[in-house]
Nanobody, 124 residues
């Protein structure tokens, strides 16, 4: 069993930055692909970014390239999401997720473990 705990959300003005963290329990974190998804009120959960088990490959939603950066520290069992130039439309609950295959994808159903989410609110 893997437990994921997100942190770092909050209220920020448009144009600002936030860094989200997701701490994972267990000794097999380094084998998993990790991802961030988000869900805005009244909308479906959507893919943000994923990073493969060794950190060598990262993928982003096209609309977020250049503003968001995903990274991981396997020694700390933690994955990060650096978010810059935030816009009001980035307001959502952000979730981290783990894919035990280590490959990652943009598909929600490929992830076996999920955190509880952290709220990000961007004011205009």
């Amino acid at each position: 069993q893997v437990q994921l705990v997100e942190s770092g959300g909050g209220l920020v003005q448009a144009g600002g930055s936030l860094r989200l963290s997701c701490a994972a329990s267990g000794r097999t974190f380094s084998r998993y692909a990790m991802a961030w998804f988000r869900q805005a009120p009244g909308k479906e959960r959507e893919f943000v970014a994923f990073i493969r088990w060794n950190g060598g490959s990262t993928y982003y939603a096209d609309s977020l390239k250049g503003r968001f950066t995903i990274s991981r520290d396997n020694a700390k069992n933690t994955v990060y999401l650096q978010m810059n130039s935030l816009k009001p439309e980035d307001t959502a609950v952000y979730y981290c997720a783990a894919d035990v295959s280590g490959l990652g994808s943009s598909a929600i159903n490929d992830y076996e473990y999920w955190g509880q989410g952290t709220q990000v609110t961007v004011s205009s």
